[in-house]
């Protein structure tokens, strides 16, 4: 395990744990601050002429679209991506992990990484910077155990099983480091309409939408039309290559 420092009492304690929550909670209302603040001048006319005219410090063109060759030349500092993993990181993902979930292939559950104290902590934070400066992800991290589950009708017809894939716990709280990093950047550019898998949105907003379209076709005696896509057993006939293609 290497040097432990001689007031490992002290790093164990509720006092040490306490002391970095507050560190990490000064930290991230700074940054929610600034971000605030970024987005207010972004949706600004004056803002959008000046994103226009930038050249080495900027992203954005004159149609709105990022700009990678200008993010190259300012660096990758200015995206908040290329600094290392913090510890206030991993431990804010291992906090919001559920418990009592199956484990994946390595057989580490949720438990066992929230039972973790400062030190041992420290130990998955050096190993996700590892991957992080490496790009060497694990093979653990990226191995997938498919488990049937049964959902109705006949047991013995296959078609009557969902298949859910139970990933590596550690690998998952690394891309969800790498996740919230890149949602501060993504987040501002998804539309309002966009409901699906986003913070604060849900089936309930949609159906709150749904029924103002509806109240105000009634009132103006319009018709509505209304398409529902059935997207079950859909992802197996996805061709993967296109999507590749594209990013």
């Known amino acids: 395990m290497g040097h432990i420092p001689a007031d490992r009492e002290w790093v164990g304690s509720s006092e040490a744990v306490a002391a970095v929550e507050s560190a990490h909670n000064k930290s991230e209302a700074v940054e929610k601050c600034k971000f605030t603040i970024g987005l207010a001048k972004r ?4 803002e959008k002429r000046r994103a226009q005219q930038r050249g080495r410090g900027g992203g954005a063109t004159a149609d709105n679209r990022i700009d990678c060759k200008r993010y190259e030349e300012a660096g990758p500092g200015d995206l908040g991506m290329g600094s ?3 510890g206030a990181e991993v431990a804010e993902v291992v906090k919001k992990l559920v418990g009592e ?11 066992c990484l929230k039972a ?3 030190v041992r902590l420290s130990w998955l934070i050096r190993l996700c910077n590892i991957v992080w400066t490496s790009g060497a992800v694990p093979l653990d991290w990226q191995t997938g155990v498919v488990v049937p589950l049964f959902e109705k009708g006949d047991r013995r017809v296959c078609s009557n099983y969902r298949g859910i894939t139970l990933l ?3 690998g998952k709280v690394y891309s969800g480091v790498l996740e919230r990093r890149v949602r501060r950047i993504v987040e501002p550019r998804i539309q309002e309409e966009q409901c699906g898998i986003r913070p604060g949105c849900g089936t309930v907003d949609q159906l709150y939408t749904l029924s103002r379209v509806f109240e105000g076709a009634w009132e103006f005696a319009q018709p509505v039309h209304m398409c529902f896509v059935d997207l079950e057993k859909a992802f197996d006939r996805v061709p993967r290559g296109v999507p590749w293609g594209v990013l």
């Open 101 to 111: 979930k199956s484990p994946g292939v390595d057989e580490i559950r949720p438990e």
């Open 168 to 170: 590596s716990l550690p």
């Open 116 to 118: 973790l104290d400062v």
């Open 43 to 46: 949706r600004s006319g004056a």
């Open 84 to 86: 290392h993993i913090s």
